[in-house]
């Protein structure tokens, strides 16, 4: 019986004893509490390495710290690229301008149309005020009017209307040769034309305008201040940027016709304009609008790359309503050139109507006389400035009236 008491006895000393190592253990184990730094902190890291918070290209002589010191900084948004989960906002809407009116444009365009043209009315009224008409007067008038431009034809025309009428006439006043050129002017000129643009199909389609012309000439500018006239004057309009060779051409247009509200179709560079002119057309049917302007590519590489794509262009329009007008436009100052252009589109398409840009800065006006003449069809809009309102419907009188001057 004592053997067994010694036993447990023994037995329970053991187990104490184990036990105490183990607590004795792990209480070694255990991190040591955080204390104050010390004036010689532990080092951590080697002297050639940065700490957290310093700049690595720049070596610091001051005391190292340990990784529990050390507080890592609270993430703040950048100023200059803020933290935002909100949508884009969109770009404002261009604001729609209100063109200026059609009616009567020409006259109060005409000092600026006069300063560069009445050098030719000038040039007939000193001539014609000489007091004997010898026949080197009369050929210095000839070669007046063939300077601007008007064409060997009408110039003999006007300049043996002029020996009968004066001759007639016997006495001169000025205001009796003003009145005389004024005449002439206006016949060769042409009053009984029609120069409306046709914008109203008669059907419940939209009138469909169709615009050609060499690159260069201010074609697709001449397009989208076209569409501020018809705008102008209560027309609805639809735009279709059918040149597709011009990287510029259509976001030109479609910028044209954002500032008065009319919606520019177009299509990827280099794309189809046959396609584009019908939808176009086709969006145009669809929105109710009154009139469909198409600008089309304006190159003149081989005639028959030319026919061969206005004639398509102009078929696969057709198939949704007949073309109304097909506007030609020429630049003015080119002249004789202007004229070899003319033809060839003549020969390409019917052309119905023709528009002259850069009138203001030729002293060229006869050139409206020559082209009338080479194509057979009138004059309907002319160009007097890089203004987005400088395009203006022709009026024969108003022209005139600023060639001959006051």
Request: no cysteine; hydrophobic share 40%; net charge negative.
């Amino acid at each position: 019986m004592e053997i067994v008491i010694l036993a447990v006895v023994i037995a329970v000393v053991v187990v104490g004893a184990i036990g105490g190592l183990v607590v004795g253990s792990r209480k070694k184990k255990q991190l040591p509490e955080a204390k104050a730094p010390s004036a010689t902190p532990t080092i951590t890291a080697p002297p050639a390495e940065p700490h957290v918070g310093d700049e690595a290209e720049t070596p610091r002589d001051e005391a190292r710290r340990t990784i529990e010191e050390v507080d890592l900084p609270v993430a703040e948004p950048s100023a200059s690229a803020p933290v935002t989960t909100e949508e884009p906002a969109a770009p404002p809407a261009p604001e729609i301008e209100t063109p200026e009116p059609t009616a009567g444009r020409l006259v109060r365009l005409r000092t600026r149309l006069s300063r560069s043209q009445n050098a030719l009315g000038k040039g007939l009224l000193t001539l014609l005020s000489r007091e004997h008409l010898d026949e080197d007067t009369w050929e210095e008038i000839e070669d007046t009017l063939l300077t601007a431009d008007v064409g060997v034809a009408p110039t003999q025309e006007l300049v043996e209307r002029l020996r009968e009428r004066v001759r007639v006439l016997g006495t001169r006043t000025p205001e009796d040769l003003r009145a005389l050129l004024r005449e002439e002017l206006l016949t060769l000129v042409g009053t009984d034309l029609d120069r409306t643009v046709k914008t109203d199909s008669g059907l419940e389609t939209p009138a469909i305008v169709m615009v050609v012309g060499v690159n260069g000439t201010g074609k697709t500018t001449t397009t989208g201040k076209l569409a501020r006239v018809l705008v102008a004057d209560g027309r609805s309009v639809v735009l279709g940027a059918a040149d597709t060779f011009r990287a510029a051409a259509a976001d030109q247009l479609q910028t044209w016709g954002e500032r008065v509200g009319a919606r520019t179709v177009r299509g990827p560079e280099g794309g189809d304009p046959a396609s584009i002119a019908f939808d176009a057309v086709k969006e145009g049917i669809a929105e109710g609008a009154d009139v469909v302007l198409v600008d089309t590519a304006g190159r003149l590489h081989t005639k028959t790359g030319l026919m061969d794509e206005l004639g398509k262009v102009k078929r696969v329009v057709e198939k949704h309503a007949p073309l109304d007008e097909v506007l030609l436009v020429l630049d003015a100052t080119t002249g004789q050139n202007g004229l070899v252009q003319a033809r060839v589109f003549a020969e390409v398409v019917d052309i119905t109507g023709i528009v002259l840009t850069k009138l203001d800065g030729t002293a060229k006006g006869g050139i409206v006389v020559a082209v009338q003449r080479e194509l057979g069809v009138p004059v309907k809009l002319i160009g007097l400035g890089e203004g987005a309102d400088d395009l203006a419907p022709f009026e024969p009188e108003a022209f005139v009236d600023a060639l001959i001057g006051d």
